[in-house]
């Protein structure tokens, strides 16, 4: 008894863990709540503007966001 | 007792069923040769049938107001319904929007001058196997898709006209 219900915790556990898997993704004619801008990673521009000038001005970064460059320090 | 694995036999039929649930719900998408889904679907002027439109060379265009592309299309599906539409060809653009406001704002500013039917329920869609945004489709007089295309660029347009006036030459040979 106590074998069979080892035996059906592992297996529901694996059968839930392949199941997660399986979820099928958003079709293409479904993707309408992602073209939305507030979905984007900078949906707010001055703001990206303002996190990207305390990355340059305090820890010399530059690109890593779609523009190219990096710490050379020769900026 | 320790916790042991279960015996591999159970193990790989369970696998296999998992797995096989997950393939059996993924959509096919449409190949040339295919019979086209039939679909009836609302539209601006009454609804639009693809049982009407069997004999005719017939355009059929998947699009959303969200879809960037789709705004480029618009113009020039605009042009190929002025430039073929006397020798039987059709544009039906169908809106896959959930909601229909969306569309009728897009279609203020980008006006159509084609049929243009409403799925919000994505039926027609899925029933196409849709990978892509805008997706078009051509289907022959015999209700047989003669052409798929994914996407829509600036370059895509001779191409594509060239495959809607091959279709159409088709159609007059027959």
Redesign the interface.
């Known amino acids: 008894m106590?074998?069979l219900s080892?035996?059906l915790l592992?297996?529901s556990t694996?059968?839930l863990t392949?199941?997660g898997?399986?979820m099928?993704p958003p079709?293409?004619?479904?993707?309408?709540n992602f073209?939305?801008k507030e979905m984007t990673m900078d949906a707010d521009a001055l703001d990206q503007a303002f996190t990207q000038h305390v990355y340059f001005s305090k820890e010399s970064a530059s690109g890593g966001t779609g523009v190219g460059g990096g710490g050379c320090g020769c900026n | 007792?320790p916790?042991?694995?279960?015996n591999s036999r159970?193990?790989r039929l369970?696998?296999t069923l998992?797995?096989a649930?997950?393939f059996a719900?993924?959509?096919r998408a449409i190949e040339v040769g295919n019979v086209a889904p039939a679909f009836t679907l609302k539209s601006a002027r009454g609804n639009v049938d693809s049982a009407t439109l069997k004999g005719k060379i017939v355009y059929v265009d998947?699009w959303?107001?969200?879809?960037v592309p789709c705004k480029q299309s618009f113009p020039w599906m605009n042009e190929m319904q002025a430039k073929y539409g006397e020798r039987g060809f059709e544009v039906v653009a169908i809106n896959?929007?959930?909601k229909q406001a969306?569309a009728d704002k897009f279609l203020v500013q980008i006006p159509a001058k084609f049929q243009v039917a409403f799925d919000a329920a994505?039926d027609t869609?899925?029933k196409f196997g849709?990978?892509?945004?805008p997706?078009a489709v051509i289907v022959g007089a015999d209700g047989r898709v003669l052409h798929v295309h994914a996407g829509f660029r600036d370059g895509d347009k001779v191409a594509l006209e060239a495959a809607i006036v091959a279709a159409l030459d088709g159609l007059k040979k027959r």
């Open positions: 106590k074998r080892i035996h592992w297996l694996v059968a392949l199941s898997c399986a099928q079709q293409a004619w479904e993707k309408g073209a939305r | 007792m916790l042991q694995a279960p159970r193990f369970l696998l998992v797995l649930a997950g719900l993924s959509a998947f959303a107001s969200w879809c896959v929007d959930a969306d994505g869609p899925k849709v990978k892509a945004m997706s």
